[in-house]
């Protein structure tokens, strides 16, 4: 160290100031690195509390969430809800007023004592009446088929008409 002391007491003013620059330029340079790091470590920390803290909130109601949920189930009729083959036909059924209605199955979500059927269905340059009516045959169907994310947009070809996109599903209460 006494040898690097010396050799830097031993540069011209110009020499000195440079090498400080250079110094100061790679500590701000360091320093900036790090504050980037810890900021994202901060920021990561704090999502990850958030979550473990809602997490540790549902936990703690689990006996009330069974509860409810066997309370809702037992209200259900086993013999009306819709297994995906029937909730695909029944859409296709109810959809049958609407121009080339597209009906894609979804991945079932299965649970201990019920399974989730979804689809995607999606009907272009439908009219509103038709598609009013779907909707409201659908509803009459609540709570065994739920409509649960839908987007209507207007056809950009003819603005009479409405491009609609949904998600329906259906509860089947596995025996």
């Known amino acids: 160290m006494k040898a ?15 090498c400080v620059a250079f110094v100061l330029i790679i500590a701000g340079w360091w320093f900036s690195s790090f504050a980037g790091r810890a900021a994202l470590f901060a920021r990561t920390f704090r999502q ?14 689990r006996n009330e969430i069974e509860t409810a949920s066997k309370r809702a189930i037992s209200q259900l ?6 297994d995906s083959t029937r909730l695909q036909s029944e859409i296709s059924t109810l959809s049958a007023g609407l121009p080339d209605p597209d009906i894609e199955p979804r991945p079932d979500q299965r649970a201990d004592q019920f399974t989730v059927h979804s689809v995607q269905f999606s009907v272009h340059r439908a009219e509103f009446v038709s598609l009013e009516r779907f909707y409201l045959e659908v509803s009459k169907l609540s709570p065994y088929i739920n409509i649960e994310d839908c987007s209507i947009n207007v056809d950009l070809a003819d603005p009479s008409k409405l491009n609609a996109s949904m998600q329906i599903s259906s509860v089947e209460i596995v025996k």
């Open 48 to 61: 990850t509390t958030e979550t473990l803290a809602a997490q540790d909130g549902w936990l703690a109601r």
């Open 4 to 18: 690097v002391k010396a050799y830097f007491l031993n540069l011209l003013l110009r020499e000195k100031m440079l």
């Open 77 to 82: 009729d086993p013999a009306r809800t819709y």
